[in-house]
T-cell receptor, first 111, second 108 residues
Framework: DGGITQSPKYLFRKEGQNVTLSCEQNLNHDAMYWYRQDPGQGLRLIYYSQIVNDFQKGDIAEGYSVSREKKESFPLTVTSAQKNPTAFYLC??????????FGPGTRLTVL | GEDVEQSLFLSVREGDSSVINCTYTDSSSTYLYWYKQEPGAGLQLLTYIFSNMDMKQDQRLTVLLNKKDKHLSLRIADTQTGDSAIYFCAEAQYALNFGKGTSLLVTP
């Protein structure tokens, strides 16, 4: 069954903790992306990667970190430096320059 | 950066046509997309149009592109209650630049 998976679906974090959101794809896509969605807002790009072991900052990278050790995986860490992390996080993947396909999302809530 | 603009809300009756409008920013965008988001879910690709096209039709969906005005629209024919969702337009740059989304409410 091909596609993009994100886990967990819901995540709760205490203030001051780092948390890592998982994103995996078996579509053999080179490019992967992380977006953040806030209520009533569009999606804003956090980080993207077009090749293993390389990634680029998006528009709102502060307080986040990523790694791309494997083609199929692009985990996102929300660090304690992120001032307002409560949001819906969406991962996407694509062939470079082609249509992006999205995972089901992870809803992060800071307690 | 500049914003992709969409109206925030649209309400239509079941069976009517819906038209969702979008103004994008980058005249060099090669592809323009429409995505659908249902509550609590990820984004589902609905359709896309290549920038050298004026129109694309796919079953109940019609996309119109006016490059001169940088205006994109999505028409849904015979709108059903299952079409109620948020619709995002997006222009393709190095990643996708999204509008804030249009909430479509379909009433019986």
């Amino acid at each position: 069954d091909g596609g993009i998976t994100q886990s967990p679906k819901y995540l709760f974090r205490k203030e001051g903790q780092n948390v890592t959101l998982s994103c995996e794809q078996n579509l053999n896509h080179d490019a992967m992306y992380w977006y953040r969605q806030d209520p009533g807002q569009g999606l804003r790009l956090i980080y993207y990667s077009q090749i293993v072991n390389d990634f680029q900052k998006g528009d709102i990278a502060e307080g986040y970190s990523v790694s791309r050790e494997k083609k199929e995986s692009f985990p996102l860490t929300v660090t304690s430096a992120q001032k307002n992390p409560t949001a819906f996080y969406l991962c996407a993947s694509s062939i470079i320059g082609d249509t992006q396909y999205f995972g089901p999302g992870t809803r992060l809530t800071v307690l | 950066g500049e914003d992709v603009e969409q109206s925030l809300f649209l309400s239509v009756r079941e069976g009517d046509s819906s038209v969702i409008n979008c103004t994008y920013t980058d005249s060099s965008s090669t592809y323009l997309y429409w995505y659908k988001q249902e509550p609590g879910a990820g984004l589902q690709l609905l359709t896309y149009i290549f920038s050298n096209m004026d129109m694309k039709q796919d079953q109940r969906l019609t996309v119109l592109l006016n490059k001169k005005d940088k205006h994109l629209s999505l028409r849904i024919a015979d709108t059903q209650t299952g079409d109620s969702a948020i619709y995002f337009c997006a222009e393709a740059q190095y990643a996708l630049n999204f509008g804030k989304g249009t909430s479509l409410l379909v009433t019986p």
